[in-house]
């Protein structure tokens, strides 16, 4: 019962861990990072690593992302919005 609860703990911890930002325009792509900006608070964030690639300046996406503060984040999602 005791490894349940712990398991449990822990699942629901590692998805804590995520964030998402719903409408983010896309300011910036480059070789080794993205930066978009929420249009909801005006926050910076930057990508180093995930699926940045695929992303189009000048476009809004709802973006998911795993990581600390608002630099060097992991980009695991996105959705095209317009």
């Known amino acids: 019962m ?4 712990l398991g449990a703990f822990l699942i629901f911890g590692v998805l804590g861990f ?3 930002v719903e ?6 792509v480059s070789y080794g990072y993205a930066r978009c900006r929420s249009l909801e608070t005006g926050k910076t964030f930057t990508f180093t690593s995930g699926y940045y690639d695929d992303l189009s300046e000048d476009s809004v996406y709802t973006v998911y992302f795993s990581g600390n503060g608002y630099n060097n984040l992991y980009l695991y999602d996105f959705e095209f919005l317009y």
Do not use: N
């Not at 005791?2 to 609860?5: A, F, G, P, Q, S």
């Not at 409408?23 to 910036?28: A, R, S």
């Open 2 to 5: 005791k490894k349940l609860i």
């Open 18 to 20: 995520s964030r998402y």
């Open 23 to 28: 409408e983010c325009e896309v300011t910036d």
